[in-house]
């Protein structure tokens, strides 16, 4: 039942024997599960249990909806809730959860962390206990600051059969391959992650200049990176680069800096405020699903329709190949080898550029 009747007294009256009697029925186990939680204080709307209408569309945040709810889920909310159900080949059982904390909650420096940790802890362990291979940690759950992307759980559960990923190694994929080959340098902004980094090495390695403008960001890259391929580091001394490399926090005033037709091509959780008409915007890391995978009826966040998260495949995709390792804290998979099993499985690039 979709929580607003509850909230404004509209529901159905026969609710809670129908309740009951779903209790009886044995409670259906995924083999994966997806663990996001809310964006903005209106994303609720969106979900499937929300209004259908508004979950069939990219997310777009609206003024009345800010109003008319929030903080009621966090208020009545306790513990995460199943958000969708999906079949792959009608083998694997996929489920989305979510932990009913805002996007607010994980970066407010006033915010407990301790209690966002034991949502995401509980949320494991249950599908743990209910027989889940995999746990795919979405948007701000897997954080090296809040848990080591990750690796937090792993510690204090060492005995746990359902594994961890971050999914850092397919997002990291996904931008490599989405940047043409002829490509010769790059700008490398926003906040360095797991996933920038891996993808600066790789270009480095791959003989593409990574040019940043931030000098620690500099230096902990050339710490990583191998002396033999330190020449494809640079110091950035103008935004003459054609591709920009967007981590979390890039600010308008930089955007204005860009170039005309500069691609700004997100590695990050969050994508960038479009502010530039003249510029093109990647989606953030993610794949076109395949038809495979179904009752995908509702959009991920602002992801177009049928569209899903690096995150969310690469939980599947660990489910599919049955790779009994863990994904968190600073490891990083061979990103060749899941980029292959992705396309193996039906998944499929998104068409670049998007505007």
Known sequence: MPIYDYIYGTMDMSSDELYETSLKRQEESADVVHLTHLSTTDSIYHLPLGFAYLASKPYASKWYLKIAMWPVVTWFCGRTFVSERNVFNDKLKLQSW???????????????????????????????????????????????????????????????????VDGSSLAAAIVLNSILKETTQVLLTGK??????????????????????????????????????GINLL????????????????????????????????????????????????????????KSLGNLNSCENWLPRGVISAWRVAGIIHGLEGWNVDECDESIFSMDDV????????FRPFSLPIN
């Open 98 to 164: 979510v932990v009913p904390r805002y996007t607010m909650h994980y970066v407010s420096k006033s915010t407990q962390k301790g209690d966002i940790n034991k949502l995401i802890e509980d949320a494991i362990l249950e599908a743990d206990k209910k027989g889940a291979k995999v746990v795919s940690l979405g948007l701000l759950n897997p954080d090296e600051e809040l848990n080591g992307n990750g690796e937090l759980y792993v510690q204090r559960h060492p005995k746990l059969k359902t594994k961890i």
């Open 192 to 229: 360095l992650s797991k996933v920038g980094h891996a993808i600066a090495l790789a270009l480095c390695q791959k003989g593409v200049q990574v040019a940043t403008m931030n000098e620690d960001v500099y230096n902990k890259l050339k710490q990583s990176l191998d002396s033999k391929f």
């Open 235 to 290: 110091l950035a001394q103008n935004y003459d680069q054609k591709i920009w490399l967007v981590g979390e926090g890039l600010s308008h005033i930089e955007q204005f800096k860009a170039r005309k037709g500069t691609l700004f091509l997100p590695y990050s959780k969050f994508p960038p405020k479009k502010v530039r008409q003249d510029c093109y915007y990647h989606i953030t890391p993610a794949m076109v699903a395949p």
């Open 339 to 346: 980029w292959e099993a992705t396309l193996r499985h039906g």
